[in-house]
């Protein structure tokens, strides 16, 4: 992130706080209780009774001052301390989520059946009235340089929000922020809209959420990018959430910082208005589709960006691998336990340890499903390798790895970036951790991410835990997942 700023230069909506009930107005009064009506004989009385108190008055401005002075640092980190604290009993809050997904074209599966990532969109475009604030790295919606029909999900999406503030329809505020690059081309579908008065655009560095917003009820969280081989080409997961104003909210103030700091540098300090409640150790209690009770948060990526109360995507994601005690299945993109910053490649073994940990010291059944396609790094399979290696010390270490390979052919291999899984998931024995890219060094570390984490209050076959689980099982059972082995290539 670049060079952070000083917190002054953030406007700050401010609210003026009126009296009390039945509280006078303020009024000029007499430092002096006797009479004023002294005569000039009395003068030098009237002086002493007048101005012998007249220093109280800039003394006890003073003195308020100092107060505020010495008060203020308790009170915020007793402000900190309370939004870390334990979460307080409440009444479940309602709020409706579901699995999205985006199957590949010839990739079929018979159960369970998702309602797709693009009908997801569809929905929420729907519903809007006032607004429609969209997160995504890409903006390539528009299949032009592709001769497919897989391309006219994303044809259409565009032209829907192409079409926002034509003459005789209400206009949405849709604002979008993407990733700050040199190609323009991934940019093209987003810059349309904004020359056209459809939508006001930032750009930020190094983004990899995709975060739909409605009307600060509705959302979308997940990992399919604002490009048309997400819909049809790439295997996606999200969750859709409809009528969920607490969780939204706190979404939004994410997606605020991101608007900000299109214009502007990353600030020493986040101000109040960024500020959350809702973390790690006091989450939302939810009562999902009027059928069961998750405990709830969002976290985010990286510590630079993410404002006073909010908890760290990576500190999340430790915690939920550290609570399993059954198992973990874990479904990504890329699995890399290393940091790259340019040319230079650190070793950055946080999650594999974790792993290595729960399988070693708690038995955790331990279950990755890896994407592999033709982009994907050789050197992975080292790493996978060497952690399923471990199911040789003893017969209670259960890792297994396989990969996931999104069938193709000859003509489909000319859409480049298609058919691969994007997935990134994990599913415990109680809880799901959903998020928008990758669990590599560097995500954690400099790009802007979010997850979404839910936790089962008790056990049940029927919450979006066990629907996630269902998914996992299908793909990890289906013939497209290939176990892990030294010399596979496509």
């Known amino acids: 992130m670049s060079e952070r700023r000083a917190v002054n230069e953030i406007p700050v909506e401010y609210q003026p706080v009126p009296n009390q009930l039945g509280e006078p107005p303020a009024s000029s009064v007499s430092c002096c209780r006797r009479p004023c009506n002294c005569n000039f004989a009395a003068r030098d009385e009237r002086k002493v009774c007048c101005c012998g108190h007249g220093y109280m008055v800039p003394v006890f401005v003073l003195f308020v001052l100092v107060m505020i002075v010495l008060l203020l640092p308790w009170e915020t980190y007793h402000q900190r301390e309370n939004a870390n604290g334990p979460s307080p009993v409440e009444n479940p809050l309602p709020c409706q989520l579901e699995l999205v997904e985006s199957l590949p074209s010839s990739l079929n599966y018979s159960h369970p059946r998702l309602r797709s990532t693009f009908e997801a969109w569809q929905l929420l475009l729907g519903k809007a009235r006032t607004s429609l604030d969209i997160a995504a790295p890409h903006w390539t919606l528009r299949g032009l340089d592709v001769n497919d029909s897989s391309t006219l999900p994303g044809d259409h999406l565009f032209q829907r929000l192409l079409s926002n503030g034509d003459a005789g329809k209400p206009k949405l505020r849709l604002r979008i922020v993407m990733n700050r690059s040199q190609q323009s081309m991934w940019h093209a579908d987003a810059r349309i809209l904004s020359n056209y008065g459809a939508a006001e655009i930032m750009a930020i560095n190094f983004l990899h959420s995709k975060l739909w917003l409605v009307d600060g009820q509705h959302f979308y969280l997940g990992s399919a990018d604002m490009d048309w081989r997400s819909l049809t080409q790439r295997k996606e997961l999200g969750v859709l959430a409809l009528n969920c104003p607490h969780l939204a909210q706190d979404l939004v103030k994410i997606f605020k910082a991101y608007w900000y700091l299109g214009s502007n540098e990353v600030p020493e300090y986040w101000p109040w208005l960024y500020h959350t409640y809702i973390n790690q150790k006091r989450p939302l209690l939810l009562n999902v589709n009027k059928n069961f009770t998750m405990r709830a948060f969002v976290a985010s990526s990286p510590p630079a960006i993410s404002a006073s109360g909010r908890t760290l995507e990576l500190d999340a994601i430790l915690g939920s691998i550290e609570k399993a005690s059954e198992f973990i299945c874990l479904s990504l993109m890329d699995y890399n336990p290393l940091l790259r910053r340019g040319s230079k490649v650190e070793y950055w073994p946080v999650v594999d340890n974790a792993l290595r940990r729960a399988a070693l010291e708690r038995g955790v059944t331990i279950k990755l499903l890896i994407s592999w396609w033709k982009y994907s790094d050789p050197t992975e399979d080292h790493f996978l390798r060497s952690l399923q290696a471990l199911n040789k010390m003893n017969e209670e270490v259960d890792i297994e790895i396989r990969r996931y390979v999104v069938p193709t052919t000859d003509e489909l291999e000319k859409i480049s970036g298609g058919r691969v899984s994007c997935n990134s998931y994990m599913v415990t024995d109680d809880r799901v951790v959903i998020g928008t890219s990758s669990w590599s060094g560097e995500h954690f570390s400099h790009a802007a ?28 059972f289906s013939p497209f997942a290939l176990p892990l082995k030294p010399n596979l290539r496509i």
């Open 449 to 476: 991410g979010i997850g979404l984490f839910l936790e089962d209050l008790e056990y049940t076959n029927h919450s979006l835990r066990t629907d996630l689980l269902s998914v996992f099982q299908r793909d990890w």
